[in-house]
């Protein structure tokens, strides 16, 4: 069980951040953080993501929104990347910030918007087989 939910996690974090940031974070894994890695393979990507009680559209607006709430930058970009294969539009980002700003404080609505504009003028910029 555990190898197919870490196949089917793999396989649904490559779809959802693209393989590009996978290969590299794959890359970059070593003896001291293996265990953790997969166990985030497995637990988020092959558990959480997989489950067809929320769209991933859903639960990339939720998990943007949670990054953004705690102040994790480098995941919130990262997520933000990810709208593109997630179906969160830019509009439901905007919306989903807004919550955030007026639930979590303006402060982090004011850093999400920022790294938000960033992530969207890089995508924006981005020519097609540039990848990710």
Known sequence: MTENRFE??????????GDPHVDRA???VTEFDDFFQRYITENVWGTVWTNPALSRR???IITISLMAALGHEEELAMHLRATVNTGAS????????????IYA???AGNTA?????????ELDH???DQGE
């Open 58 to 60: 859903e639960r990339s």
């Open 90 to 101: 830019r509009d439901d980002i905007r919306e989903a910030l807004m919550h955030v700003a």
């Open 26 to 28: 794959s890359a970059s």
């Open 8 to 17: 089917q996690g793999m396989k649904t974090r490559r779809s959802v951040l």
């Open 105 to 107: 404080g303006i402060p």
């Open 126 to 128: 981005k020519k097609p």
């Open 113 to 121: 918007f920022r790294i938000a504009k960033q992530v969207f003028a």
